[in-house]
């Protein structure tokens, strides 16, 4: 499965499949399920017309309630999504070989203490190949602070990751209300996450 990820984050990827053509970039940025491919020139495109992605994946589809799961933390625990019934979550499908993932852990640790204790939290599962020690020795380096999990094929395949980073904002019912597919826009983000808080909204200069 590894492998397959590693292919659909690279710049440029392309897969015949009953003639549909998937191309995908894990610098590619978007939300809503428009996928925003990376090429040299970081050439934004939708794939929803090819039929190879949903808009969103139909199983965590934009106003469904996002399907539960069951992973094992750090400290070998279980965690489950509904441990933290009524808080917004944001569910985010990383590796430590993604640079796009890479790059949004100031974002995410930024997010995380300014609403960590407002009833916002982060889960980041990480590729389901990564070993534990790899991941703890990633959060170290780069001294994450909110939640890590080790993902699963089964979480991976129920969430239609095809490539990352993949996120889902979940709000306090459990409803996703935004699918991210690629590097997330921080003002969008930020916004949502305020608004699913009841916050107002920041001004902008």
Known sequence: MKSIIRKLASPLFVAGIVSVILLAG??????????????????????????AVDNP????????????????????????L????????LVD??????????????????????YGDQGFRILAIADMEESAEAVQDFIKEHEIEYMNLL???EVTTTYRVYGLPTAYLIDREGRVVKFFFGPKPH?????????????PAQETA
């Open 26 to 51: 894990c610098g590619g940025g978007g939300d809503q399920g428009d996928v925003a491919l990376r090429g040299a020139e970081a050439t934004e495109a939708s794939v929803k017309s090819s039929g």
């Open 57 to 80: 994946p139909d199983k965590a589809a934009d106003g469904k309630l996002a399907p539960p799961f069951k992973l094992k933390g750090l400290d070998g625990k279980d965690v489950q």
């Open 82 to 89: 509904a441990d933290f019934e009524g808080e917004v979550r």
């Open 93 to 114: 499908f990383w590796a430590t070989w993604c640079a796009p993932c890479r790059e949004e852990v100031p974002m995410f640790n930024e997010l995380h203490e300014k």
């Open 187 to 199: 003002g969008v983000l930020e916004g949502k996450i305020r608004e699913l808080l009841g916050l």
């Open 151 to 153: 993902g699963s094929e």
